[in-house]
T-cell receptor, first 120, second 113 residues
Framework: DADVTQTPRNRITKTGKRIMLECSQT?????MYWYRQDPGLGLRLIYY???????NKGEISDGYSVSRQAQAKFSLSLESAIPNQTALYFC???????????????????FGPGTRLTVL | RKEVEQDPGPFNVPEGATVAFNCTYS??????FFWYRQDCRKEPKLLMS???SGNEDGRFTAQLNRASQYISLLIRDSKLSDSATYLC??????????????FGRGTQLTVWP
């Protein structure tokens, strides 16, 4: 079974609709992230959460909200979807081992398979 | 100015070729650097971390030049399976946003037979 799962994998919706994308992880990581990816723009951070009580805005949070229901679950909502929110959305998790540097310290982010969202 | 800049390519090389990608980063305080690989329509996955002394993993070599604030990835003896987009990634080591990763737009590589 995948360590990071996202539902749905594909979604087509209409302008103005409320959409929720869900992410679950079994890695036991405290940190979770939501990114969107657009052609030519790369990955951009929407929101991130360093633990259940911590939510932070990323680069492009306008039009989005998140909820960290538990350590393992982090959902992204589009309150009123618009066409320029059509993109590939990725959830990611990471663990963080102190502030040591160099080999042996890991900040690897593990990504879910992505949700392809189309807003008509 | 973006935190991480990289040439989007595409790079088209024959099997067996050596190819190198560079990227530059803007935050001189950054301490952690990575290369991720992303196959078409798939999620990014960590390829390798980049350490100050440079590091090698099989056919892949990563280098860091702190003075010039650039990171490189060298792929030797390219394989068809190396075709992917390579993402240069810099970790934010500053206090309030400690732990965030900044992704470059990616460099597309196609290896042809």
């Amino acid at each position: 079974d995948a360590d990071v799962t996202q539902t749905p994998r594909n979604r087509i919706t209409k302008t103005g609709k409320r959409i929720m994308l869900e992410c679950s992880q079994t890695k036991g990581h405290d940190r979770m992230y939501w990114y969107r990816q657009d052609p030519g723009l790369g990955l951009r951070l929407i929101y991130y959460s360093f633990d259940v009580k911590d939510i932070n805005k990323g680069e492009i949070s306008d039009g989005y909200s998140v909820s960290r229901q538990a350590q393992a679950k982090f959902s992204l909502s589009l309150e009123s979807a618009i066409p320029n929110q059509t993109a590939l959305y990725f959830c990611a998790t990471s663990d963080f081992y102190g502030t040591g540097k160099g080999p042996g310290r890991t900040d690897t982010q593990y990504f879910g398979p992505g949700t392809r969202l189309t807003v008509l | 100015r973006k935190e991480v800049e990289q040439d989007p390519g595409p790079f088209n090389v024959p099997e067996g070729a050596t190819v190198a990608f560079n990227c530059t980063y803007s935050n001189s305080a950054s301490q952690s650097f990575f290369w991720y690989r992303q196959d078409c329509r798939k999620e990014p996955k960590l390829l390798m971390s980049v350490y100050s002394s440079g590091n090698e993993d099989g056919r892949f070599t990563a280098q860091l030049n702190r003075a010039s604030q650039y990171i490189s990835l060298l792929i030797r003896d390219s394989k068809l399976s190396d075709s992917a987009t390579y993402l240069c990634v810099v970790k934010d080591d500053r206090g309030s946003t400690l732990g965030r990763l900044y992704f470059g737009r990616g460099t597309q590589l196609t290896v042809w037979p």
